[in-house]
């Protein structure tokens, strides 16, 4: 978070030294910004592809796939009421990297959704099953075993050995400590 702060930072100065004025990320915006008169600055919201080179912290503790891909590729936004409340496997066309983590979407729709806000739609505990990290432990999901806690997208394994949502169903507010304590051992940075 601090690097995007120092991007912006450093960015929004060097906006004023850009021939004619900046733009707009978007038209109505431009048509807005063109009205201004000569020599002002429209200043607008950084476009997303200036953070796409950002990293993520933690990224080799997440439980992703080849090509990074989260969640075995199901859409994330489709496990939310807004996106039908119900797992739903991802296009690969309607693929959007977030902070090097892939994901895909069911619909253009979702991963508009995604793209206003990736915080509220992207797996807690890295996308590892909640019930095995409140025992600090990283167990691979079934991305059809999952709950909504909190506004909060948790997955959980379900195989051979049962479906952990229901022992976390139990008692969520006493494994949800549990686990936000196991995912911060696993992403404590070692001394």
Known sequence: MKAL????ALLFPLLAFLPG???AASPEAN??????PAGDVAWTPLPQFLFQGEKREHLAHFNLGKNSLAIQGYDPVAYFKEGGGKPQAGKQELSYTHLQVSYRFATQAHLDLFKKNPAKYEPLYGGWCAYAMADNDKTDINPKSF???DGKLLLFYDGFWGDTRKLWSKDPKGYSP???A???????KKK
């Open 147 to 149: 709950l909504i806690q």
């Open 21 to 23: 004025r900046a733009r």
């Open 31 to 36: 048509q807005q910004s063109a009205a201004l």
């Open 182 to 188: 196991g995912w911060k051992k696993f992403t404590a």
């Open 5 to 8: 702060a120092l991007q912006a």
């Open 178 to 180: 549990k686990a936000a």
